[in-house]
T-cell receptor, first 112, second 114 residues
Framework: KQEVTQIPAALSVPEGENLVLNCSFT??????LQWFRQDPGKGLTSLLL?????REQTSGRLNASLDKSSGRSTLYIAASQPGDSATYLC???????????FGSGTRLLVRP | GAVVSQHPSWVICKSGTSVKIECRSL??????MFWYRQFPKQSLMLMAT?????????EQGVEKDKFLINHASLTLSTLTVTSAHPEDSSFYIC??????????FGPGTRLLVL
């Protein structure tokens, strides 16, 4: 059974700082791993999807890495801005299916 | 492209009533849609998988008679919360699968049961 854990649960940083969010998963037989952003009271915005054959994906100031052997993924945010404040969720499929299992998220606050 | 809508965006109802939430894929067809529930400050939990033209598959612990799912067409799935109670108050989010590995999420529906 796939389990997804995110550390830290909350993070507060000053504007401009680079930061790393961590995601770990128990079943390494995954097809892909996704990172999402969720603003308060809103739905999910897909940020990055890393296929199992890839090691990383980049979009603007965001870079996500995937290490299947260790069951870890990281989301790197460069030069953080107050607009980056949100909850970041990672999700991986459960074994043998495409059902997404979500981590509990990291609540990020970027202080001006 | 790949836009998923939900209606309503929020709903307040009295305890004991039933509430229907719609999930639509606007510019693509989806044979599979998923329904999730999210309690405050918690993550998304998959409730059920909705398959067009067949019965939904429910996750362990989700009452299928309470959460009725109908996937009547390739662009519409509905979730009906029957005899809603305050403990059903939550944020309900649907997603539609485009390819095997890709889901697009709706904006969510906030349900408050008084």
């Amino acid at each position: 059974k796939q389990e997804v854990t995110q550390i830290p649960a909350a993070l507060s940083v000053p504007e401009g700082e680079n930061l790393v969010l961590n995601c770990s998963f128990t079943d390494s037989a995954i097809y892909n791993l996704q990172w999402f952003r969720q603003d308060p009271g809103k739905g999910l915005t897909s940020l990055l999807l890393i296929q199992s054959s890839q090691r990383e994906q980049t979009s603007g100031r965001l870079n996500a890495s995937l290490d299947k052997s260790s069951g870890r993924s990281t989301l790197y945010i460069a030069a953080s801005q107050p607009g980056d404040s949100a909850t970041y969720l990672c999700a991986a499929p459960s074994w043998g299916s495409y059902k997404l299992i979500f981590g509990s998220g990291t609540r990020l606050l970027v202080r001006p | 492209g790949a836009v998923v809508s939900q209606h309503p965006s929020w709903v307040i109802c009295k305890s004991g009533t039933s509430v229907k939430i719609e999930c639509r894929s606007l510019d693509f067809q989806a044979t599979t849609m998923f329904w999730y529930r999210q309690f405050p400050k918690q993550s998304l939990m998959l409730m059920a998988t909705s398959n067009e033209g067949s019965k939904a598959t429910y996750e362990q612990g989700v009452e299928k008679d309470k959460f009725l799912i109908n996937h009547a067409s390739l662009t519409l799935s509905t979730l009906t919360v029957t005899s809603a109670h305050p403990e059903d108050s939550s944020f309900y989010i649907c997603s539609a699968r485009v390819r095997l590995e890709t889901q697009y999420f709706g904006p969510g529906t906030r349900l408050l049961v008084l």
